[in-house]
């Protein structure tokens, strides 16, 4: 599965950017869909998923800020993000894991095997 990141931006604290997440190449359906971001010098970290049976989680530092969801239709994921702050600074990644880590933890890295390029987010005044 391919995936290709758009919709990054320059956008000041509080306000709110989509990005979004667009496979090629297979059925998103058949897959799970994270949402990571990597901030200056910092580790890459998961902050959002959708399962394929409609599971949906986030991490603490986003849970009532962002939201995820996918268009199976049109192969694409979104993440709404809402009052951003400069700590959500970062490339944001999506990445692909198949039926085989259906019952994998949602927050482990490793069971995701297809990675997109990335989008930067920058939230500065």
């Known amino acids: 599965l391919r995936l290709v990141e758009s919709g990054g931006g320059l956008v000041q604290p509080g306000e709110s950017l989509r990005i979004s997440c667009v496979a090629s190449?297979?059925?998103?359906?058949?897959?799970?869909i994270g949402w990571f971001r990597q901030g200056p010098g910092e580790e890459r970290e998961i902050v959002s998923f959708t399962g394929r049976g409609g599971q949906i989680n986030y991490s603490d530092s986003v849970k009532g800020r962002f939201t995820i969801s996918r268009d199976n239709v049109r192969k694409t994921v979104y993440l709404q993000m809402y009052s951003l702050k400069p700590e959500d600074t970062g490339i944001y990644y999506c990445?692909?894991?198949?039926?085989?880590?259906?019952?994998?933890?949602?927050?482990?890295?490793?069971?995701?095997?297809?990675w997109g390029q990335g989008t930067q987010v920058s939230v500065s005044a």
């Open positions: 990445a692909a894991r198949g039926v085989q880590a259906t019952y994998v933890p949602w927050d482990l890295h490793d069971s995701f095997t297809s």
């Open positions: 190449g297979g059925m998103l359906e058949d897959y799970g």
